[in-house]
């Protein structure tokens, strides 16, 4: 496949990566968050540890503007996702709460690639799952489940 320019080949490879990625978080339940399982960010650190550099350029905003929104739009579609898998009404409309969980997730990826990586991606997806959970569970009307961690 031939591209006219670098933009369509970032456009194109972060379309796969999206793609891929919102496949495998379909299937994330409320079930899930229930019982401390930090699927939907695994993923995403895992394939960014993989292959990082679309996400350097995306991040560090050599992709242009367009990169950097499509990506946040792209985030927050995910977590819109993941919200409606739970089969839950939160006490803040879903769109305001996927934007929130969208943007917290750029800045600490941001923050991960600076670092070098150097934390390992399960690390990185328990700690992000710390610093999210207590506001899904408190949004969404969720109560902890015995003995799970926190």
């Given at each position: 496949?031939?591209?006219?320019?670098?933009?369509?080949?970032?456009?194109?490879?972060?379309?796969?990566?999206a793609e891929d990625i919102l496949?495998?978080?379909?299937?994330?339940?409320?079930?899930?968050?229930?019982?401390?399982?930090?699927?939907?960010?695994?993923?995403?650190?895992?394939?960014?540890?993989?292959?990082?550099?679309?996400?350097r350029v995306i991040l560090n905003?050599?992709?242009?503007?367009?990169?950097?929104?499509?990506?946040?739009?792209?985030?927050?579609?995910?977590?819109?996702?993941?919200?409606?898998?739970?089969?839950?009404?939160?006490?803040?409309?879903?769109?305001?709460?996927?934007?929130?969980?969208?943007?917290?997730?750029?800045?600490?990826?941001?923050?991960?690639?600076?670092d070098e990586m150097k934390t390992?991606?399960?690390?990185?997806?328990?700690?992000?799952?710390?610093?999210?959970?207590?506001?899904?569970?408190?949004?969404?009307?969720?109560?902890?489940?015995?003995?799970?961690?926190?």
């Open positions: 496949m031939h591209y006219k320019d670098k933009d369509e080949l970032l456009l194109s490879s972060f379309d796969k990566f496949e495998k978080v379909k299937l994330y339940s409320k079930q899930d968050l229930l019982s401390g399982v930090p699927q939907p960010t695994l993923i995403i650190f895992e394939y960014i540890h993989r292959d990082p550099t679309l996400f905003g050599q992709g242009g503007t367009l990169m950097l929104q499509r990506f946040r739009a792209y985030a927050a579609e995910t977590a819109h996702q993941v919200i409606q898998n739970m089969n839950v009404v939160p006490a803040v409309p879903p769109k305001i709460m996927a934007d929130f969980l969208a943007g917290a997730l750029l800045s600490v990826l941001g923050g991960w690639l600076e390992p991606p399960k690390e990185m997806a328990a700690i992000f799952y710390k610093l999210v959970r207590p506001m899904m569970f408190s949004v969404m009307s969720l109560q902890e489940q015995r003995g799970m961690p926190t």
